[in-house]
Nanobody, 123 residues
Framework: QLQASGGGLVQAGNSLRLSCVVS????????MGWFRQTPGKEREFVAG?????????YYANFVKGRFTLARDTAKNTVHLQMNSLQPEDTAVYYCAATPTPHYIRFANKYDYWGQGTQVTVSS
């Protein structure tokens, strides 16, 4: 199971840190990703990491150095630190796990999804 948390309402320019706790067996070889979705749009890739140990971290172009993904292997948790948030970052953010980490950017390659956490950025 994946449990996402950390969303909320912030003003533009402020920060939030999202967390995704992974429980259960069999995720050690999975890639982990963060996606976001707004009403009427498909889920879009935000950031992902191809493994819990080592691996590579990838970001969407719109992140532009504002977001940082980090792994805490001791706590089976993946964090997404989001700085300099803007109103266009408003969305429901989901964490997800994929058995095919080389397709880290593709939502349809993910087998497991967390419940989503709402991020709202006011101007």
């Amino acid at each position: 199971q994946l449990q996402a948390s950390g969303g909320g309402l912030v003003q533009a320019g402020n920060s939030l840190r999202l967390s995704c706790v992974v429980s259960g067996r069999g995720f050690s070889d999975y890639g982990m990703g963060w996606f976001r979705q707004t009403p009427g749009k498909e889920r879009e890739f935000v950031a992902g990491v191809t493994g819990w140990i080592g691996g590579s971290i990838y970001y969407a172009n719109f992140v532009k150095g504002r977001f940082t993904l980090a792994r805490d292997t001791a706590k089976n948790t993946v964090h997404l630190q989001m700085n300099s948030l803007q109103p266009e970052d408003t969305a429901v953010y989901y964490c997800a796990a994929t058995p095919t980490p080389h397709y880290i950017r593709f939502a349809n390659k993910y087998d497991y999804w967390g419940q989503g956490t709402q991020v709202t950025v006011s101007s």
